[in-house]
């Protein structure tokens, strides 16, 4: 048997910039940050002929184009990695549809442990390139590359999004003190809310390709406001970086009435009034995760305990997409 494992991943600034809509024409920057809640996904080969799959279904096909599981299915159908003897399992610590990018974790712990188990090496690079492939191309998802490239590196991560389809990987250049307060003093709580992100993207997506000024204009200012953001992390000024989340949710919420609902603005609205410096829903929006840098964590923690939101408490990854056991 063999077990890959991969973060899941929260946004520090520029997030709906790594859409290929946008970043084609403008070019796009984002922080992203791995953390230490993962996508599982085993691989052993049975004794009987077949395709075995074991997630929220379970299925049992003959050839990959049989799959109703979109990725598996596309990633199946790659010629490097066809088989026709495999069983494949997956398991998450976090649900999907709740804004961690999980649907590009596990494209690259699937697409990783299938190289592994044909004894193949794969580079991150090469890795997140080929879950954007999968996902972006193949499937025609209105998604980022985000997920897939934070995934696949790991770490607290800053991405340039070149016009040509280039992406530039490099670490955010923080003190150790400072990232150990930045991760100290962030929090996430569950909304409750699952939600596809899809809707959100897609809506996105379609007023970007039609260069829409409103959707332009506002995917430019949080991609500056991603830029400033960096400089606040990198010259330790965490406070002023929580509170430009407070900016990058307004702006957010502008570009679609799907974004918040009256329950989740209530919630940031008391996480502000109590021990929270900013805030932010993690991912396209919609529900998932409220993400608050807090001066006061305790004051925080009681005001959310008693809207009855569970707290998920996380460190940094630094290790990316990689196989456990083998």
Same mark, same amino acid.
């Given at each position: 048997? =063999?077990?890959?494992?991969?973060?899941?991943?929260?946004?520090?600034?520029?997030?709906?910039?790594?859409?290929?809509?946008?970043?084609?024409?403008?070019?796009?920057?984002?922080?992203?940050?791995?953390?230490?809640?993962?996508? *599982?996904?085993?691989?052993?080969?049975?004794?009987?002929?077949?395709?075995?799959?074991? *997630?929220?279904?379970?299925?049992?096909?003959?050839?990959?184009?049989?799959? *109703?599981?979109?990725?598996?299915?596309?990633?199946?159908?790659?010629?490097?990695?066809?088989?026709?003897?495999?069983?494949?399992?997956?398991?998450? &610590?976090?649900?999907?549809k709740t804004?961690?990018? $999980?649907?590009?974790?596990?494209?690259?712990?699937?697409?990783? $442990?299938?190289?592994?188990?044909?004894?193949?090496?794969?580079?991150?690079?090469?890795?997140?390139?080929?879950?954007?492939?999968?996902?972006?191309?193949?499937?025609?998802?209105?998604?980022?590359?985000?997920? @897939?490239?934070?995934?696949?590196?790991?770490?607290?991560?800053?991405?340039?999004?070149?016009?040509?389809?280039?992406?530039?990987?490099?670490?955010?250049?923080?003190?150790?003190?400072? #990232?150990? &307060? =930045?991760?100290?003093?962030?929090?996430?709580?569950?909304?409750? *809310?699952?939600?596809?992100?899809?809707?959100?993207?897609?809506? @996105?997506?379609?007023?970007?390709?039609?260069?829409?000024?409103?959707?332009?204009?506002?995917?430019?200012?949080?991609?500056? =406001?991603? #830029?400033?953001?960096?400089?606040?992390?990198?010259?330790?000024?965490?406070?002023?970086?929580?509170?430009?989340?407070?900016?990058?949710?307004?702006?957010? @919420?502008?570009?679609?009435?799907?974004?918040?609902?009256?329950?989740?603005?209530?919630?940031?609205? &008391?996480?502000?009034?109590?021990?929270?410096?900013?805030?932010?829903?993690?991912?396209?929006?919609?529900?998932?995760?409220?993400?608050?840098?807090?001066? &006061?964590?305790?004051?925080l923690r009681?005001?959310?305990?008693?809207?009855?939101?569970?707290e998920v408490?996380?460190?940094?990854?630094?290790?990316?997409?990689?196989?456990? =056991?083998?």
């Amino acid at each position: 048997m =063999l077990i890959s494992r991969s973060p899941l991943r929260i946004t520090l600034g520029g997030g709906g910039t790594d859409l290929p809509s946008y970043y084609k024409k403008n070019g796009g920057f984002v922080i992203s940050a791995a953390i230490n809640k993962y996508v *599982y996904v085993t691989v052993t080969r049975p004794f009987k002929e077949g395709i075995y799959l074991k *997630y929220s279904k379970i299925e049992k096909v003959t050839k990959a184009s049989q799959i *109703y599981h979109p990725i598996i299915r596309e990633v199946l159908k790659l010629k490097m990695l066809k088989t026709s003897q495999i069983e494949i399992t997956t398991l998450t &610590d976090i649900p999907t549809k709740t804004g961690l990018g $999980s649907s590009g974790s596990f494209t690259t712990a699937l697409i990783k $442990s299938l190289y592994a188990h044909n004894k193949k090496l794969i580079h991150p690079k090469d890795l997140a390139e080929l879950a954007c492939h999968i996902e972006i191309d193949r499937l025609k998802e209105p998604v980022g590359k985000q997920d @897939q490239y934070i995934s696949s590196y790991g770490g607290v991560t800053c991405f340039t999004f070149k016009k040509s389809g280039k992406v530039l990987a490099e670490p955010l250049k923080i003190s150790h003190r400072h #990232l150990t &307060d =930045l991760e100290d003093n962030l929090l996430l709580f569950f909304t409750g *809310y699952s939600r596809s992100a899809s809707n959100i993207l897609r809506e @996105q997506d379609k007023k970007t390709n039609k260069d829409e000024d409103k959707m332009i204009e506002n995917l430019n200012f949080i991609k500056n =406001l991603g #830029l400033k953001s960096r400089k606040y992390l990198e010259s330790g000024n965490l406070i002023k970086f929580g509170e430009s989340m407070n900016i990058h949710w307004e702006y957010k @919420q502008s570009r679609s009435k799907q974004m918040t609902n009256k329950n989740i603005s209530k919630w940031y609205g &008391d996480g502000l009034k109590n021990g929270a410096v900013g805030g932010k829903l993690v991912g396209a929006g919609g529900g998932g995760f409220l993400m608050f840098y807090a001066n &006061d964590k305790e004051k925080l923690r009681k005001k959310m305990l008693q809207n009855r939101l569970e707290e998920v408490r996380f460190n940094f990854n630094f290790q990316g997409t990689h196989i456990l =056991l083998s």
